[in-house]
């Protein structure tokens, strides 16, 4: 597995279909199950890990954000990465770096509501990736699912070379999606939190609520929104740990055989 640090040591082996996984790292069963859904589909498998700080609008989340590249690695290699690319943030976004992708349409409300500028960040990366790795798809987990509308549309609009797929969320046992913010809850937080799986099973605005309501956690947001076909969306901070969650409501079973919600 090749590491490249900077965009100059990004000497990619161009054979074939190169295919990309952005992530920030802190690498967990999501982001192998993105690994082991590309992997076949692709002759050159490139994973990105790199915290992209101008998505993030709150600086102790930024700063918060689990980092252990040695780790990430590993399981990248494991599950058959071929090319990490790890660029530093100046390399990104170098001094007098001023051009931004913008979204409107589906970046508007949600987390836009509570993340001001985050699909800003999350389009004009996601863009510098594609123009830097040149993949011909890149995969992304429906977990995030307004982020996954987002670069859909914005590879529509800018006529982007890049086909958009998406995996399933990963559940862990107790329902929960898998994210690398989970590590933060304490016990009794993960607790409450199964809450957010068993609002989203009723498949309804009004029930999702009360169900929240019940757990004692009040939510930044439960909508169903068009993402990519309609979604029931949540998001809710339990304890200092925000969460989203979503199930799309055009399928017949809100979870997947196997999964607990
Ligand atoms: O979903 C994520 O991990 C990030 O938003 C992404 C797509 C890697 C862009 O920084």
Redesign the pocket.
């Given at each position: 597995m090749i590491v490249a640090r900077s965009i100059n040591e990004l000497d990619l082996p161009r054979h074939g279909v190169v295919g990309l996984v952005?992530?920030?790292g802190a690498l967990h069963p999501g982001h192998t199950a993105l690994f082991r859904a590309a992997r076949p589909g692709c002759d050159v498998l490139v994973a990105?890990v790199?915290v992209?700080p101008v998505?993030f609008s709150d600086g102790a989340d930024l700063a918060a954000y689990p980092r252990d590249f040695a780790r990430d690695a590993t399981l990248a290699e494991a599950e058959g990465v071929d090319v990490i690319f790890a660029p530093s943030a100046e390399a990104m976004y170098p001094p007098g770096f001023a051009t931004w992708v913008v979204p409107e349409g589906s970046a508007e409300g949600l987390e836009s509501a509570h993340r001001p500028g985050h699909f800003r960040g999350?389009a004009t990366?996601?863009l510098k990736l594609f123009n830097i790795i040149r993949p011909e798809i890149a995969w992304?987990g429906q977990k995030?699912a307004q982020?996954v509308a987002v670069l859909k549309q914005l590879v529509r609009d800018l006529n982007v070379g890049v086909e958009i797929r998406v995996v399933d969320t990963v559940r862990d046992t107790d329902g929960l999606a898998l994210s690398s913010r989970n590590a933060r809850l304490t016990a009794d937080e993960r607790e409450r939190a199964r809450a957010i799986p068993r609002a989203l099973e009723t498949r309804d605005e009004a029930q999702a609520r009360a169900v929240l309501e019940c757990a004692g956690i009040e939510p930044d947001y439960v909508a169903v929104a068009d993402l990519d076909g309609p979604t029931l969306a949540v998001a809710a901070r339990v304890g200092a740990v925000r969460l989203i969650d979503n199930v799309r409501l055009v399928d017949n079973v809100p979870f997947r055989e196997g999964e607990t919600p």
């Open positions: 952005p992530t920030m990105s790199f992209n998505q999350v990366v996601c992304f995030d982020q």
